[in-house]
């Protein structure tokens, strides 16, 4: 089991470790695990270059990388190569198979184990998060010690990768608010800091994601980010992480309409959204706005901002996002900010993110500007004199407030339909918010 951080190179590890071994004849061929399609075609492309050879799986081809969902459609081909030939078998991001649990959500972990046995390949398996949000253990793993902790071959932390110049130092800057007012009928709360008012569960982090003035302080503090590292690094680019469809279109529309700035929106429910990504790496294109696309392995170097707006707080998912803003692009002291609302949880991540780096890296950016949240009887938040809308907090000073008028219309994560859970490859995403 190698972990190294989400960027340090994992995969080209891998690829000259395979090619080392056939070099000196030790195995026939390679084969490749992957959670994802994108993460499926990087893979691809990494090893045909290392290897410098056909890597589709076709006759003659050093080897083939599918995804694990793949694996229950050509079950008996893998394994009869596995059982007639030396192989290298890569399980890339391990975390998404789990042990020991009998659920068709684990299909892929009973799948991968099942056809090891197939045969007596080598096996390594590689992780940026090895652990999982369901807390089940990951599957191919041996665990040891009380409370049980994952053991480990190698590891490569995001310290280590920094201090070797391998990945960014990412500045984590989290927003909040000095003077947040929750108004209740005639009754009126006040709070310091977003903290507060959450554990007074008197406001919800959702409610942040469609606070009109809120997303405009830090929309518009991202953006004078990517402006700042464009002095020295034009080609820079921002990536935001929306919570929704309805939110990253309207994101997306205010960048353009405020920033004067290209945007173009990724989401699972695009046919052609692989296309678009693989187009976005190499253009000229400001802003990439992403519903459950631009997470895990998806290899963007031009991106050193990225602004985390969903609904998803899970200490993964939140360092597999800033992993898409480590990978150096073409100097090794090119900056990066991973910028969010200061939440508890997101605070308590990028404490322990902060930990691992070399150097103090972390910075609560407070806003004294008053924030009024105004709520009926019936707990329904209610926006100046309207009746029945959601949002209402408003920001005495913003100045985007327009851009985003009825952001109170926006649809949570959980509303989506089930059906458009298992579109393309992005379904992990929407599965955590159902």
């Not at 892929?108 to 046995?117: C, D, E, F, T, Y």
């Amino acid at each position: 089991m190698c972990v190294a951080a989400p960027g340090a190179g994992k995969t080209r590890f891998s690829a000259s470790l395979a090619k080392s071994l056939l070099d000196v004849d030790h195995i026939d061929f390679v084969l490749c695990f992957a959670p994802s399609v994108s993460i499926q075609n990087s893979i691809q492309e990494t090893f045909r270059i290392i290897l410098n050879d056909r890597f589709d799986g076709r006759l003659g081809a050093k080897g083939l990388v599918i995804t694990y969902q793949g694996i229950q459609y050509a079950y008996q081909e893998l394994a009869h190569v596995i059982k007639n030939y030396r192989v290298l078998i890569i399980s890339d991001e391990i975390h998404h198979c789990a042990s020991g649990v009998s659920s068709t959500s684990n299909q892929w972990g009973q799948l991968l184990v099942s056809l090891i046995s197939e045969g007596n390949p080598l096996t390594l398996t590689l992780s940026g998060t090895p652990w999982r949000s369901d807390s089940t253990k990951i599957a191919l793993q041996s665990y040891s010690g009380e409370p049980q902790e994952l053991d480990t071959d190698f590891v490569y932390g995001l310290g280590d990768a920094v201090r070797d110049k391998v990945c960014r130092r990412p500045s984590l800057i989290l927003l909040d608010n000095s003077s947040i007012d929750v108004q209740e009928n005639a009754e009126t709360h006040k709070f310091s800091s977003i903290r507060q008012a959450i554990e007074a569960e008197k406001l919800k982090y959702s409610e942040l994601l469609t606070h009109q003035d809120s997303l405009s302080q830090l929309m518009t503090y991202a953006h004078e980010e990517l402006i700042r590292i464009r002095e020295k690094h034009p080609q820079a680019a921002g990536l935001v992480v929306a919570s929704s469809i309805d939110q990253a279109r309207r994101i997306s529309q205010f960048i353009i309409t405020n920033f004067n700035e290209s945007s173009i929106v990724v989401s699972y429910d695009q046919i052609d959204a692989h296309d678009k990504i693989r187009d976005f790496q190499n253009s000229e294109t400001d802003w990439i706005v992403s519903i459950g696309m631009v997470s895990e392995g998806t290899d963007i170097p031009r991106l050193q901002i990225c602004a985390y707006l969903s609904n998803v707080r899970t200490e993964l998912y939140f360092r597999q996002v800033l992993g898409r803003i480590l990978r150096i692009n073409k100097e090794q002291d090119e900056p990066c900010s991973m910028i969010a609302f200061a939440e508890p949880k997101l605070i308590e991540y990028s404490e322990r993110i902060n930990q691992d780096l070399p150097e103090d890296s972390m910075k609560i950016k407070v806003i004294e500007e008053q924030t009024l949240v105004k709520k009926t009887d019936s707990n329904t938040l209610v926006r100046g004199s309207e009746k029945n809308n959601i949002i209402t907090m408003k920001t005495m000073s913003s100045s985007h407030t327009n851009s985003f008028d009825r952001l109170h219309e926006i649809a949570t994560e959980a509303s989506y339909p089930v059906k458009v859970a298992f579109c393309n490859d992005s379904y992990k995403t929407t599965i955590l918010s159902l």
